[in-house]
């Protein structure tokens, strides 16, 4: 490999598309194939541990891999996460029992949180200012309709062709991005001292562990261990940033923190990744429990935030350039606060009240994800471009666990003060909701047409709670992103470009 080889930049983007693809779908595919696999393989009370050891591994991997990136190149840790990805996905098929599949699914989420950054991190690499907010856009869409459409997917593989292929799907995908990043990306061979923060990253992986448990598993567990596993996360945390300060090759560039632009939009990420992932669990809840609507309807309801997302990508690529990307955040936290507002207003008019605010708030979702990446690779240099992308990463996928975790306490909180409040507590308990799922309640016939009128009530009232939670969310979003400044570019954000000759 020489410096006149060139970057063959179409090809590599498929590739980078690809891999988007397999890692954003992985999140929630699995939604809707997981009763099918506890029926199967059984293990019903490691259910959520499923999800849980998906997301941990992908949370704590993304700065490992963020960082590798930056010590050894992009290509050769692009096609490593792939192969782990891929190894994961390949076993998590032929899991015979649900341990076997928890187990699984931690290195399947080691090689999601290792092909997120660095297919973002190689946008920035390889496309200038003016291209790279189109490019980030075709990203941002790819990861926000994929994760959104996962449901429905896992869905349709389950009813065809068996869940194990909701897994097994990824291999020609995984394949081709392999081959197409060996044959066609071009990257210059950095020598220098190369060390890993080994320190750093036991500590993150404490840090990040205990919370991610408590998060999953508390309400289960019980509130005293819960407290517990926060304040070990408290603690390791509070090592690893003392860890990282004294390092001499961080794992985590904590100066990035002290730039405004970086901070904010961190912070104002990982609201976004709250308020995403309260709406695609609780707004199909609503729509069927609520509404009585079919799975279909409620799916509608949610997919129309997939069209809103990529059309307000796209135009923050266009025109991050001319118009800044103080303008554009704020355009976004407005229009996302608009759309949860409207979400929470309308819902109870019908599917159709609920689409409009799905659509609106996923204009926004689109406006602030790809210019919070765009501008955070634009304002350091190529050795930190994959370090920033990563935290920046990781800030979404923590929302989205801790999303999942305080507003479904919001709701099954709420609905038990109402059950006490009602006098139905000792009567019923919080899975008879799943009497109001829509056409399947007339076949339970478990509950009186009363006692299912109210749960309706009590689940309606509930849910507006979650949803009117969410909306105050977004004010925080808001105002994180109010606050990020103008990006300045420099001639070394653009390094990484004319080494790799593209």
Known sequence: MTKSRKTHRPLVLVAMVLAAFMGAIEGTIIATGMPSIAAEIGGFSLYSWVFSSFLLMQAVAIPIFGKLSDLMGRKPAFIAG?????????????????????????????GAGAVQPITTTLAGDLYSLEERGRVQGYLSSVWGVSSIAGPLVGGLIVHSVG???????????????????????????RHGERSIDYAGAGLLLAAVGPLMLALTQGSVWGWPIAAGLLAVSAVAFALFVRQERRAPDPLMHMELWADPLIRNANVATLALGIMMIGIITFLPTFVQGVLGRSALVAGFTLSVM??????SA???????????????????????????????????????????GSFVLGVGLGLLSTTFVVAIQTS????????????????????NALGAALFGGVLNFQMSRYLARTGLSGRVSLDSIQDLMGAAAPRNGTLSADVLATLRTGLSESLHVVFWGIALLAVGTLAAAWRVPEMERGTEALEGIHEMGA
Do not use: D, K
């Open 306 to 311: 997939t069209v809103g997302w990529p059309l």
């Open 82 to 110: 792939v192969v782990v990805f891929l190894a994961g996905s390949i076993a998590c098929g032929f899991a015979t029992s649900m341990g076997m599949l928890v187990a699984f699914r931690f290195v399947q989420g080691m």
């Open 163 to 189: 869940w194990q292929w909701i897994f097994w799907m990824n291999v020609p995908f995984g394949i081709a991005a392999i081959v197409l990043v060996a044959r066609y990306l071009h990257e210059p061979v």
């Open 314 to 356: 796209f135009a923050a690529g266009h025109l991050i350039v001319s118009l800044g990307v103080r303008r554009i955040v704020r355009v976004g936290g407005v229009t996302a606060l608009v759309g949860t507002v409207a979400i929470a207003a309308l819902s109870a008019r019908g599917p159709v009240g609920a689409g409009v």
């Open 380 to 399: 350091v240099p190529w050795h930190q471009r994959g370090v920033a992308t990563a935290s920046n990463m990781l800030m979404r996928i923590l929302g």
